[in-house]
Structures are given as C-alpha cells and as structure tokens.
C-alpha cells in the first residue's frame, strides 16, 4: 500500500474529523430574518443562489392545511422565488383559499413583528407569533404534537404531555 493510500483511507477513516452539514432550508430562512413556520413540514431539498437570491423547495408531494380554520393554504411539491432579508417576491406555488377562490401568495414582506401576505391586489398581516412552528401538510397546527409545542412557546411554564 502506497502511502498516498494510507492517507487517503485514514483520513476517511479518522472519526475526528466532522463534516459541516449544509443548514436545512428552516435555517436559511431563518438566516433572512423569518420564522420557520412560514414553510410547512416536509422539505426534503431546496437550491439557494445567494448571489441573487433566487430559491426552489422540493416536497415529496403538494401540501395543503388550514390555520385557525378560516385560512386554506396549498404548496405544490416545489416553490420558487427570490429572498432577501425580510423579503419573498415573485413566488410562485404558494396559494390561499379566499371565499371560493384559491389566490396566488405572490410576496411576503416582514414589517417589524408582523408578516405582511401579498396576493397581488390586497394583502393581510398577521404577527410573527403565528409562525414559530412548522404546519403539518393535513392538519395544519391542530395536530396534537404540534398544538402542544404552540402551547409551551407561550407558556414555558407549561410541560409536554
């Protein structure tokens, strides 16, 4: 065995040596100054072109939720878009039911603690408090794991059952 071989299989042996994992696509939105509930469970992949901004985020299939009951959201198995801090534009494959009509979530705009929703000719805000906690395509926040973390994050008093 040369020693070329040598060095090449310890360091792919050596258990002190760590590789950085990449940031999970809840974390880099985070990093832009957003909550992670903004995305519902289940990414399994996203591409970020940090030079312009522009993303894409893979779901194994569409997803669709209510929240609080009255807000219907669906996201198709991929979304795009462009982010900067505080920032979405131009996404595409995020849409809310209004009345009878699915509307397309065309920006979403973080003004102070509020989220600002855009779908082209009106908009709604809603406080960062509302997105702490990821959805779960189906139930939403009213599954049972996900209504009891809501509950502690506003009472850390407050046990998990």
């Not at 939105?29 to 993303?55: A, M, Q, T």
């Not at 991929?78 to 039911?97: C, H, N, P």
């Not at 209004?98 to 102070?112: H, P």
């Amino acid at each position: 065995m040369s020693f070329y071989t040598t060095v090449i299989l310890l360091f792919l042996l050596s258990p002190s040596i760590v590789t950085a994992a990449a940031p999970s696509a809840y974390e880099v939105l985070e990093g832009f100054h957003f909550p992670e509930g903004l995305l519902p469970k289940g990414v399994i992949s996203y591409e970020l072109d940090r030079s312009s901004g522009k993303f894409r985020i893979d779901f194994n299939t569409s997803c669709s939720f209510s929240l609080e009951g009255s807000y219907q959201l669906r996201y198709q198995s991929s979304i795009t878009g462009f982010i900067s801090d505080g920032r979405l534009t131009e996404l595409r494959g995020i849409s809310v039911k209004v009345l009878f009509f699915w509307l397309n979530i065309l920006e979403v705009n973080r003004i102070d603690d509020d989220l600002e929703f855009s779908v082209g000719v009106a908009s709604a805000s809603f406080s960062l408090d509302n997105f702490f906690v990821s959805p779960q395509c189906g139930c939403g926040l009213d599954c049972n794991d996900i209504r009891i973390r809501k509950l502690n994050l506003g009472n850390p008093s407050l046990s998990s059952v």
